[in-house]
């Protein structure tokens, strides 16, 4: 599975920006997806995830509320829509996936995730 992530940008505090994440292959419907970010100087942390049907979403506590994680099953496709952008949502923001079921409480660890996109970056600045 390869993935490519798109979308990232400049964006003032409190604007909006679309990512989207495009993977290969024709099992994308069989992949838990989710959205991990690393800013300058810290660790790669969780931010969102989506089951294989898209019937539950996982989010941070820090971005709940906010961004909105889906997809698109026969696009291939996973989004992260994210509100009210704040400049601590600054980051390289990496889509992941893997092949089957997560559960509840790994969703947010990176080592559940096999395949991984090459990034894009956000910044949150005015």
């Known amino acids: 599975v390869q993935l490519q992530a798109f979308g990232g940008g400049l964006v003032q505090p409190g604007g909006s920006l679309g990512l989207s994440c495009a993977a290969s292959?024709?099992?994308?419907?069989?992949?838990?997806v989710g959205w991990f970010r690393q800013a300058p100087g810290n660790s790669r942390e969780f931010v969102a995830a989506?089951?294989?049907?898209?019937?539950?979403?996982f989010y941070s506590d820090s971005v709940k509320g906010r961004f909105t994680v889906s997809r698109d099953n026969a696009k291939n496709t996973m989004y992260l829509q994210m509100n009210s952008l704040k400049p601590e949502d600054t980051a390289i923001y990496y889509c992941?996936?893997?092949?089957?079921?997560?559960?509840?409480?790994?969703?947010?660890?990176?080592?559940?995730?096999?395949?991984w996109g090459q990034g894009t970056q956000v910044t949150v600045s005015s």
């Open positions: 992941a996936a893997r092949y089957g079921r997560i559960i509840n409480t790994a969703m947010g660890d990176e080592a559940s995730y096999h395949y």
């Open positions: 292959g024709r099992t994308f419907s069989s992949l838990t």
């Open positions: 989506i089951r294989t049907n898209g019937g539950a979403t």
